[in-house]
């Protein structure tokens, strides 16, 4: 290459606005960098299925709080089968099928630490990797934690807003008892403000220490404190599976996910009973984590290209598929199954990794038109307002709460469901999510750069 053009490979074009780096998949063909090309499709392809997670925890939400403590979905497994057996109405059959769906929804959660393992690994395996851990640590923080804060705000403000007119009804209490003890949420259950519940939803880390502080009182937002240990947790995970390989640091993990559920069985009986421990430290659900990490590296470690092509043929596609739903299911049908007893501790890990299986065909695929399909885009843009979608949803939680509460009209009440819950929810993450500096900026991004923020568009991952 002459030298005029490689100082201006090396700078970029400036007229078109491209960055200088040769971004290639670990597999060493070329990325194409205009839009809806290569790099953009893998980016999208991570983004779409933030979207489906976020949906799928809202969902969830919704389906949740209008059932008010769901059975474990063993339950909804087996009126399927029932009425599959009896041949009942399609539409009966069909309704079986959303009922599993939306009882799964609380496994957005892990689908979303699995995303952001991989977006991390990802960004580490970029040209200079992260050489300065203090200022990933400072910069993962910010977008963490001030959003997070944003959102127990606006979790307070909604608050203040049902209580004050709670008090506007006859024979109501004042606006104090009716901030501390007069609001719902699923209807059927009244939140308790005080001090110690403000101080645990501002300084987050109580909400891991204590039962009642869990969900304090912003329900979705305990999984920041989730995501903060994973990403301290980061360094040493990423030294430890570059050291030992995927396959033992996949195992590994794997068994240390299973060990410390089991622990919690031996001492305390039943997982349920310490749903604290076992949702909110990273110990009792690390394979989610570090099975994104795994993809992650398979996709950007050009030593691993030779498994990312196999990964891409149509057998593996088939096989990662069957093996995934099987995967998931029997997990799924372990959950909340006491008969089992120490078993138990192998539920939430398979339907992880089910879920690791299920979306490699997604995240490993070569671009294609689909990626530039209406549909493909809208999901993508979710993805990337998925943190703020979150904040926004649970204050509407609380307001679907007082409407039933209220007992509004059942037209009211759906046209609020279809109309306004899941709608403006929407509409106002994506200002918001802007306005936090969440959304990236895609135009002369280097792709791993443009990773890395789309990862930060959530902070990482939500809750269900």
Avoid: C
């Amino acid at each position: 290459m002459p030298l005029a053009q490689g100082r201006a490979r090396r700078d970029g074009d400036a007229a078109s606005g491209r960055p200088a780096d040769d971004v290639r998949p670990s597999d060493g063909s070329r990325r194409d960098e205009r839009e809806g090309g290569a790099s953009d499709a893998r980016l999208t392809s991570i983004d779409m299925l933030r979207g489906l997670a976020i949906l799928w925890v809202i969902l969830f939400h919704l389906w949740g709080d209008i059932k008010f403590f769901p059975p474990v979905p063993q339950h909804y497994y087996a009126r399927f089968a029932v009425q599959v057996r009896d041949g009942a109405p399609l539409w009966r059959i069909a309704t079986s099928v959303t009922d599993i769906v939306f009882r799964d929804g609380f496994q957005g959660v892990p689908l979303f630490m699995m995303l952001s393992g991989l977006s991390l690994t990802m960004v580490a395996y970029r040209p200079g990797g992260i050489r300065d851990w203090p200022r990933f640590f400072l910069r993962r923080a910010r977008k963490l934690l001030v959003p997070y804060w944003v959102g127990v705000a606006l979790t307070y403000l909604v608050l203040a807003l049902i209580a004050w007119r709670q008090t506007v009804a006859p024979g109501d209490a004042g606006f104090v008892q009716q901030f501390q003890h007069g609001i719902t949420i699923s209807l059927h259950t009244r939140l308790t403000i005080d001090r110690g519940v403000i101080f645990a939803s501002v300084a987050l880390v109580p909400r891991l220490l204590e039962d009642r502080w869990f969900f304090a009182p912003q329900l979705a937002l305990w999984f920041v404190g989730l995501l903060a240990q994973y990403y301290l947790l980061f360094p040493l995970l990423f030294a430890l599976m570059k050291r030992s390989g995927l396959v033992p640091f996949l195992l590994l993990t794997f068994a240390l996910t299973v060990g410390a559920n089991w622990w919690v069985l031996h001492r305390y009986q039943y997982l349920e009973l310490q749903f604290r421990l076992v949702t909110g430290w990273a110990p009792f659900r690390l394979f989610e984590f570090t099975s994104g990490m795994a993809i992650g590296a398979i996709l950007a470690d050009p030593q691993r290209a030779s498994v990312l092509r196999r990964l891409r043929r149509r057998e593996a596609i088939v096989g990662a598929l069957v093996l995934g739903f099987a995967a998931h299911t029997g997990g799924d049908l372990m959950i909340g199954d006491w008969a089992l007893g120490a078993w138990q501790a192998l539920a939430l890990p398979l339907t992880t990794l089910g879920l690791a299986l299920l979306i490699v065909p997604v995240v490993t695929k070569l671009p294609s038109r689909v990626d530039l399909w209406a549909p493909s885009r809208a999901l993508a843009a979710v993805g990337l307002m998925s943190y703020t979608a979150l904040l926004v949803n649970d204050p509407m939680r609380l307001v679907a709460s007082q409407l039933r509460l209220e007992q509004v009209p059942a037209a009211a009440w759906w046209a609020f469901l279809v109309g306004v819950y899941v709608p403006l929810t929407l509409v106002v993450a994506w200002p918001l999510a802007r306005l936090l500096g969440l959304l990236p900026k895609r135009s002369t991004r280097p792709r791993a750069e443009r990773v890395e923020r789309a990862d930060e568009a959530f902070g990482g991952a939500p809750a269900g």
